[in-house]
């Protein structure tokens, strides 16, 4: 428990103009399925002694990202504030935030401030640089620098809430500005996610992680050589089932209640890796809350197809032509009739 924690963080909830077609497949899906494989890889090192790192590892699937990152600010509010014994006083290494992940060929790790030399954080984001420069030439990495700005209504990265109580954080995503449109698309669908990308952000993530945390670049191991390979190799299916699983069902946060079937199978997933799960539930402040959520977020859509008015004039007349038939036939029934007989006799007798 002595040891320094580094804390993985993805929110899991998506947002859009529908509530109830907002999947949230890059944003952020991605992230959360990075972390769950995350969790997978590192459960397997950690079970031994022998391949325990000297850093503990905290996963964290918070809510109301898409709402200034609510769930991660009160989360820091009960651990820092109201808590004596917590794995995040005075003891956290860095903070690695995954948010859209799922596509492109560019990675960017936003900072709210340049780590320093000699840190964790510089250490791991010199890592990112030499895993995609040497295993993964095709990818462009970049750090990206960018102050917090209290006066905006919402933070931009989730990594800033943290950054706000000074624990040092950082944002890893492909998109290169927190103002991309994709982050709150009800088009961010399954389709989105390229799976032969998410595997590779995956692995980046992973080895830069792993070879920070066991210090293999001070040991001497190449930067070219893969640490996951073979058994503990990351596992495309397992990353596509979740993903699957995920885009399968809206994920706005005013559906996700403490009672939902998906933070169920999140938390059972979870469990099956870690071995102190935990679901953290808040409730807004009923005087002053944030945000207020609404009922009704499912209707029911009428269209109807509306002839032209021409389309009514001419229905008119020809009405009005085959009553004016049907009177006439009628009113002259006897000379119709009479007509109608002369014609079937000399049809006869032809």
């Known amino acids: ?27 952020n899906g991605s992230g959360v399925s990075v972390l769950l494989e995350l969790a997978r890889l590192f459960s397997r090192l950690y079970t031994y002694k022998r391949t325990h790192a000297a850093y503990n590892l905290l996963f964290f699937a918070s809510g109301g990202g898409k709402f200034n990152y609510q769930g991660t600010k009160r ?3 009960d651990n820092l504030d ?70 905006e209504d919402v933070l931009a990265w989730e990594h800033e809430r943290f950054a706000i109580r000074r624990l040092p954080a950082f944002t890893l995503s492909h998109l290169e500005s ?6 709150s698309s009800i088009m961010d669908v399954r389709s989105r996610v390229d799976s032969k990308t998410l595997t590779r952000n995956t692995r980046i993530i992973a080895e830069a992680l792993t070879r920070v945390i ?49 933070l169920s199978t999140l938390e059972h997933h979870l469990s099956r890796y870690l071995k102190d ?29 509306v002839k032209p008015a021409v389309f009514d004039l001419l229905l008119a007349v020809g009405i009005a032509a085959y009553l004016g038939m049907a009177y006439v036939a009628v009113q002259h029934f006897s000379l119709l009739y009479k007509t109608v007989q002369r014609l079937l006799v000399k049809a006869k007798t032809q």
């Not at 492109?104 to 510089?122: A, D, F, I, M």
């Open 82 to 151: 109201h808590t004596d014994s917590s794995l995040l006083q005075d003891n956290v290494a860095f903070v690695l935030c995954l948010d859209t992940v799922g596509r492109g060929s560019s990675l960017h790790l936003h900072v709210s401030k340049p780590p320093r030399e000699g840190t964790l954080q510089h250490a791991f984001l010199r890592e990112l640089e030499t895993v995609a420069a040497h295993q993964f030439p095709e990818v462009r990495f970049s750090m990206v620098h960018k102050r917090i700005n209290l006066a």
């Open 214 to 262: 066991y210090n293999l670049t001070e040991k001497g191991t190449p930067p070219d050589m893969p640490v996951f390979t073979e058994q503990m190799q990351i596992q495309q299916e397992q990353l596509d089932s979740v993903m699957d699983w995920l885009t399968n069902q809206p994920r706005a946060a005013q559906l996700v209640d403490k009672d939902s079937t998906f």
């Open 277 to 305: 799960v935990k679901q953290h539930h808040v409730k807004a402040d009923k005087r002053d809350p944030e945000f207020v959520f609404y009922d009704q977020l499912k209707q029911v859509m009428n269209a109807y197809r």
């Open 1 to 27: 428990e002595d040891l320094p924690t580094i804390v993985i963080v993805a929110h899991y909830d998506a947002f859009g103009v529908a509530p109830w077609l907002s999947l949230g497949a890059d944003s």
């Open 75 to 77: 989360w820091l509010e």
């Open 178 to 183: 927190h103002r991309d449109g994709q982050r």
